[in-house]
């Protein structure tokens, strides 16, 4: 069987994107189970070779050459987006250019899934300030994957070893999180959440609920009901379809170790809900994804760490496991 071709996006130039794109092209793990090819650019890639003393890029395809060569390639490659000035930037430094940069990546991943000419999708970190000094004002790549997509629904969710959690609100803040939330919104992203545990799991899921209040609510003595009036309706619907379900679950008990080791996946009401535990516990190795796309779409669970890039410091493991993950979801 041939090794699912997978894009992995550079991420913002300046943040840790490239050194973790170079230690993946090294990476033999990988070369076994899938053939990765970074969009981005080929001389920004061999300037940080150079300063990092990582591998420099081996095989080199242009924009012309893809749609011939994405047919064919069995060995990691980069394809050359050529448009950024590779020598005329700092590193640690983000700005505009990068954010353009950065973005610009994204779109023609995206491009090259819809065309099939790939079978899955891995990014490295973009820097939202940068975004947004572009004038792209997107909160981050889960909503670039699902409009230009067009999912009709889709969330946000975390693979670890030492758990999976999936986010019913994302990038917003804690004001607009109980507005955000509807039982139907919940009830799709347990849906979503089933089916893709199942997938990699090959098994039914247990699926826990977290509560948004304190002690989920206690019977309506924190909150507005909440955890009665919208949460739970949501339980009770994904139950009686056949799901393997519980909760509301007060949070602050829902992550203990002998919690998790019966439960499969996490629906969780925010994103610090979820992100403090997961990082907690998996920071290396959890693997950031977007659940309801046409396509597999894997992410590392880091920002662009500008503080350490281009240094030689950036751990490379969690983009390694964005990858794998996405070969197995595309197989």
């Not at 347990?190 to 989920?216: F, M, Q, S, W, Y």
Request: aromatic share 6%.
């Amino acid at each position: 069987m041939s090794k699912p071709l997978i894009a992995v996006t550079m991420g913002d130039p300046a943040g840790v994107g490239p050194e973790v794109c170079l230690q993946l092209l090294a990476n033999e793990s990988v070369r076994e189970i899938a053939t990765p090819v970074i969009f981005g650019d080929a001389r920004l890639l061999a300037r940080c070779a150079r300063q990092t003393g990582l591998p420099a890029p081996k095989r080199i395809i242009s924009e012309i050459e893809w749609a011939e060569a994405c047919t064919s390639i069995d060995e990691p490659a980069v394809l050359d987006l050529f448009g950024f000035n590779a020598e005329d930037f700092t590193p640690g430094v983000v700005s505009a250019r990068t954010g353009a940069a950065g973005y610009r990546y994204v779109e023609k991943s995206i491009e090259a899934a819809l065309a099939k000419q790939v079978a899955a999708v891995a990014t490295a970190p973009l820097n939202k300030e940068a975004l947004h000094a572009a004038g792209i004002m997107y909160p981050g790549h889960t909503e670039m994957f699902a409009e230009k997509m067009q999912a009709e629904r889709s969330c946000m969710t975390f693979f670890s070893e030492e758990m999976i959690c999936s986010l019913v609100t994302v990038h917003i803040g804690y004001q607009d999180v109980v507005p955000a939330l509807t039982t139907r919104r919940i009830l799709d992203v347990i849906e979503l959440t089933d089916t893709a545990v199942r997938r990699v799991k090959g098994r039914a899921p247990r699926i826990a609920v977290c509560g948004l209040n304190p002690h989920a609510g206690e019977h309506g003595l924190f909150g507005r009901g909440e955890e009665e009036n919208i949460i739970a309706p949501a339980i009770a619907a994904a139950r009686a379809n056949g799901l393997t379900i519980e909760g509301p679950l007060p949070p602050d008990t829902a992550f203990i170790a002998a919690k998790r080791r019966n439960v499969d996946a996490y629906i969780c009401m925010y994103h610090d809900q979820a992100l403090i535990p997961l990082k907690a516990l998996a920071f290396d190795t959890a693997v950031n994804t977007t659940l309801g796309l046409p396509v597999p779409r894997t992410s590392v669970d880091h920002g662009t760490a500008c503080d350490i890039a281009w240094q030689g410091k950036a751990n490379g493991r969690s983009l390694v496991e964005a990858v794998l993950l996405a070969a197995k979801m595309a197989s």
